[in-house]
């Protein structure tokens, strides 16, 4: 059974003025309302609720009748401020469900708070000076449904800046509109992988910074191009009726071979004994893998030239198409040492993998305005409304 706690409040001091909730000034009042209850804090097991009756004011300011503004509420929300935030902490830590569960209450009050809350931080934030941002896109539904997501990657800050729907041109430029042609022309670093929507905004807005591509998207279409490589040889194979030498070998193409273990790199070892396209695009990939261990944009220029001109002349389709797209974007891919390689898209990819954790947590969010909210409230580092109570 559920205990419960009214706090039944004082009526207000005679001859005290409201104050309107429009211009948050003093105004005559004009009637009462019947009781409301906010709930507050649990206490104890205790579900507590504060009964107050509002008055309304007729408000010269305004030229409308209102309710009064009150201390501990926002509008006609139902929960205390206090409370909200209260929750609000609690669904950073827990899933909302969880949270609702937890202070026995229910998820779409959950969801009023960490919308108060959100709101509020963003409202308030300061963006500031934005030396670096990373821009990626992430899956958030079936059917190709992703998110464009744009973060601050500056040394001595990462956060989330802004959440567009869908991966667009229209969608990122939303992100420019926010922040203001006057913090977006100071941008100095953009990291983001080779979209070309995303690259004709970044030429528009941050002409004059220094754009990154991002080396995991790199590595990432290459593993995709060695696969489909693989995928078609060992089809091959099968109807030619010679020995299937690539059988259950696709993970071991594609990890590094410092994370095989002992049978797996005997297994590797066996393979590339074959003469075979795949065992070649194989190499290919991993002698690419170097590039990164230079210092100098010159340097790496020069081995990137080679290393495109060898698989140009190996007559294996997947690895030319990257390559070909590895000169077209040679110059940013170059930006990466020319910024001392100070930067990259590895803190957009951490960053990712916690909004794809936020999503996990939600069992689902179905609406893209619940999405939004749940990756501001764990990314964005937002200021939260003053409280006059803490609990932890």
């Known amino acids: 059974m559920t205990a419960y706690l009214f706090l039944t409040s004082e009526p207000p001091r005679k001859g005290s003025a409201a104050v309107c909730s429009r211009c948050h000034q003093p105004a005559p009042g004009y009637d009462q309302l019947p009781e409301r209850r906010f709930e507050f804090i649990p206490f104890w097991g205790f579900l507590v609720f504060l009964l107050y009756c509002m008055r309304r004011v007729d408000c010269r300011r305004c030229e409308a009748v209102v309710v009064e503004e009150v201390p501990w509420g926002d509008g006609k929300r139902t929960l205390t401020n206090a409370y909200m935030l209260f929750l609000a902490r ?63 990657i500056d040394l001595d800050v990462t956060r ?32 983001s992988d080779m979209w070309e929507r995303y690259l004709k905004v970044i030429r528009e807005k941050c002409s004059e910074a220094l754009h990154i591509l991002d080396r995991f998207h790199i590595v990432a279409k290459m593993n995709k191009a060695l696969d489909e490589v693989r995928a078609g040889e060992s089809r091959r194979m099968a109807m030619e009726g010679r ?30 004994r074959y003469n ?105 580092k937002l200021p939260e409304p003053e409280s006059t109570h803490e609990f932890f």
Not at 169 to 189: L, N, P, R, W, Y
Request: proline share 1%; with cysteine; charged share 25%.
């Open 90 to 152: 609690w669904a950073r830590r827990l899933s909302w469900k969880e949270t609702a569960e937890a202070f026995h209450t229910s998820w779409e009050k959950v969801f009023d708070a960490v919308e108060h809350v959100v709101a509020f931080g963003l409202g308030h934030r300061t963006v500031g000076q934005i030396d670096a941002i990373g821009v990626d896109e992430i899956q958030y539904a079936r059917g190709h449904k992703y998110l464009t997501l744009v973060y601050q």
């Open 160 to 191: 989330l800046l802004w959440v567009g729907k869908e991966r667009t041109i229209e969608s990122f430029q939303g992100f420019f509109t926010t922040i203001g042609d006057e913090v977006a022309s100071k941008i100095v670093f953009v990291c």
């Open 243 to 272: 020995t299937p030498v690539l059988k259950k070998s696709r993970w071991l193409l594609l990890k590094r071979e410092e994370n095989l273990n002992t049978e797996q790199r005997f297994r590797l070892r066996d393979i590339l």
């Open 276 to 380: 075979l396209r795949t065992v070649r695009a194989y190499l290919l990939k991993e002698a690419f893998q170097q590039l990164w261990d230079y210092n100098s944009a010159t340097w790496a220029g020069k081995f990137l030239d080679e290393w495109c001109r060898q698989v140009m002349r190996s007559r294996i389709e997947p690895m030319k198409k990257i390559a070909r797209s590895l000169r077209e974007h040679r110059e940013l891919i170059l930006n990466y040492f020319r910024a001392q390689k100070l930067l990259s898209s590895g803190v957009v990819e951490g960053l990712n993998n916690r909004a794809k954790v936020t999503m996990r947590k939600s069992y689902g969010f179905r609406t893209f305005r619940c999405l939004e909210l749940a990756l501001y409230h764990s990314l964005g």
